[in-house]
């Protein structure tokens, strides 16, 4: 079965500082995809960034960056200079290339920044 | 860049009545999902299509139904509406499996079901 951890319910940073949010899955799967999507309160779902699990390098969106941790199953969002538009919904999100194309979300972790 | 569109944007319906949801992909994506999102809850599975066939299925009650049309829009169908059909029903499409990104799923602004 594949699951998506969100351990933080809610967290808050305030403008300009650095946040990170945490996110575990678990797979016996070697090759899958992990996603960060941002709902702000317009409830629009936005893609913030991904990550193949085969590549080693942690990607990056100018303030966003993830760290991946293959064999720790973990995948953090780093939000540097954090501003007021970041508050919103943020789930992580997970799929495999063998069970189709099901998206499995986390919990979501509630941001506020904090002007 | 045309984004995911899903009409309408708002819906209120009755019990036991009838409801459906359309979805346009962005131009190229040929596969469509759909997910419920109910009250601080995160997105749930329901269906997916890929050229117009079903290929995987998630949590969609038997009084949903949904289908693929040849211009790859999608239409959620659902009847004898309960209360707790009340969420927000997002529609996501990726492109073509092999396409660079195709795993990546762009989501629509979402239509948002009450049920009085």
């Known amino acids: 079965a594949q699951t998506v951890t969100q351990s933080q319910p809610e967290m808050s940073v305030q403008e300009a500082e650095t946040v990170t949010l945490s996110c575990t899955y678990d797979t016996s799967e070697s090759n899958y995809y992990l996603f960060w999507y941002k709902q702000p309160p317009s409830r629009q779902m936005i893609l913030v960034i991904r990550?193949?699990?085969?590549?080693?390098q942690n990607a990056t969106e100018n303030r966003f960056s993830v760290n991946f941790q293959k064999a720790a199953k973990s995948f953090s969002l780093k939000i540097s200079d954090s501003q007021l538009g970041d508050t919103a919904m943020y789930f992580c999100a997970f799929k495999t290339s063998n069970t189709g194309n099901q998206f499995y979300f986390g919990t979501g972790t509630s941001l506020t920044v904090i002007p | 860049a045309a984004g995911v569109i899903q009409s309408p944007r708002h819906l209120i319906k009755e019990k036991r009545e009838t409801a459906t949801l359309k979805c346009y992909p962005i131009p190229r994506h040929d596969t469509v999902y759909w997910y419920q999102q109910g009250p601080g809850q995160d997105p749930q599975f329901l269906i997916s299509f890929y050229e117009k066939m079903q290929s995987d299925k998630g949590s969609i009650p038997d009084r949903f139904s949904a289908q693929q049309f040849s211009d790859y829009h999608s239409e959620l169908n659902m009847s004898s509406l309960e209360l707790g059909d009340s969420a927000l029903y997002f529609c996501a499409s990726s492109s073509p499996p092999g396409s660079q990104g195709s795993d990546t799923q762009y989501f629509g602004p979402g239509t948002r079901l009450t049920v009085l």
């Open positions: 990550q193949e699990a085969y590549k080693q």
